[in-house]
């Protein structure tokens, strides 16, 4: 039980001292930088989604 305590108190310490944490605008920052790619890599997604249901409707159409 003893070490599960110390290994308790010991992660705490290093949440508390050693970890070196971003700072608000920095998240921010962070957070509109993966909004942004991931609204693009949607697009490009369905666009390619679009571009193949788009084909294989004129393919299976036209024989």
Do not use: C, P, R
């Amino acid at each position: 039980m003893q070490k599960i305590g110390n290994y308790f108190a010991e992660s705490w310490d290093e949440i508390k001292n050693k970890v070196t944490w971003s700072s608000y605008s920095e998240l921010q920052g962070s957070a509109i930088l993966v909004l942004v790619a991931s609204t693009i890599f949607a697009l490009v997604i369905g666009a390619v989604d679009w571009v193949f249901k788009t084909g294989l409707h004129w393919f299976y159409s036209a024989f």
